[in-house]
């Protein structure tokens, strides 16, 4: 089914923070060691998709032209105005049990929706039916957030909702592209996307340990621009 990573997602949101609900002092020392272990596992798993490339100058063409489009955007500095907006609507609520519902809320799903994994994995289940990529972002949303609840209260568990919401609608929207391009170059675009892809998965796991700083969200215009190169090369 298309929709079924997404909905894994969602549920381990809401299992993960449920437990972390029930759970409130986890040491600061196990809360680093998780997610660095799961951040290596991303890394891996990156590489993996990074290595299945058939035209690289495709993949760099792609990040290069998509980097510049995205740092020209801005997308991850509007992102980042998004959500300092949203919070600073929230200040003049009460300061209130809702109020720091709504905060978690906000917060948590920032973090789920925004980046690169949600796009990619969404579209991979859209596309090949392989949940893959959504399994791994829901093994890594659900130790977060464990984390989360543990620390920000009730309102991780809302999250669950955006997520669904977002990643889903990709996922069905991906499921019509087959219908309007040849198979032979949607087969190179999966293909070359996957590599593309997995450079940023690299991106978000480095980001995670705190080797690096990448503005990954940038890096997304990337996707659209390889199919671009993909269908102009297929008619020259």
């Known amino acids: 089914m298309v929709l079924t990573g997404t909905l894994v997602n969602g549920a381990a949101i809401i299992v993960a923070g449920c437990i972390g609900l029930m759970v409130q ?20 798993l990156g590489i993996q998709m990074g290595l299945q490339t058939e035209e690289f100058l495709l993949v760099i063409g792609s990040l290069a032209v998509g980097g510049v489009l995205g740092e020209w955007i801005g997308i991850d500095s509007h992102l980042n105005q998004l959500g300092m907006w949203i919070e600073s609507k929230l200040k003049p609520a009460k300061s209130g049990e809702s109020g720091k519902v709504a905060q978690a809320f906000v917060t948590t799903s920032l973090i789920y929706v925004v980046g690169a994994m949600a796009v990619l994995g969404s579209i991979d289940s859209g596309l090949r039916a392989d949940h893959s990529l959504l399994y791994t972002k ?25 997520v669904v919401l977002y990643q889903g609608a990709i996922a069905l929207l991906a499921t019509y592209i087959a219908a309007f391009i040849p198979g032979p170059i949607l087969e190179q675009y999966i293909l070359e996307m996957t590599a593309v892809g997995g450079i940023m998965v690299v991106a978000i796991g480095l980001n995670i340990l705190g080797i690096t700083s990448i503005r ?4 997304l215009p990337a996707l659209p621009v390889l199919g671009g190169l993909i269908w102009i090369l297929s008619i020259v």
């Open 216 to 219: 990954v969200a940038n890096l």
């Open 25 to 44: 002092n986890i040491p600061e020392k196990m809360k680093t060691t998780v997610l660095q272990a799961i951040a290596l596992a991303i890394i891996l």
């Open 138 to 162: 829901a093994m890594l949303d659900g130790l977060s957030a464990i984390i989360f609840a543990s620390t920000l209260g009730f309102g991780v568990l809302l999250s669950a909702v955006p």
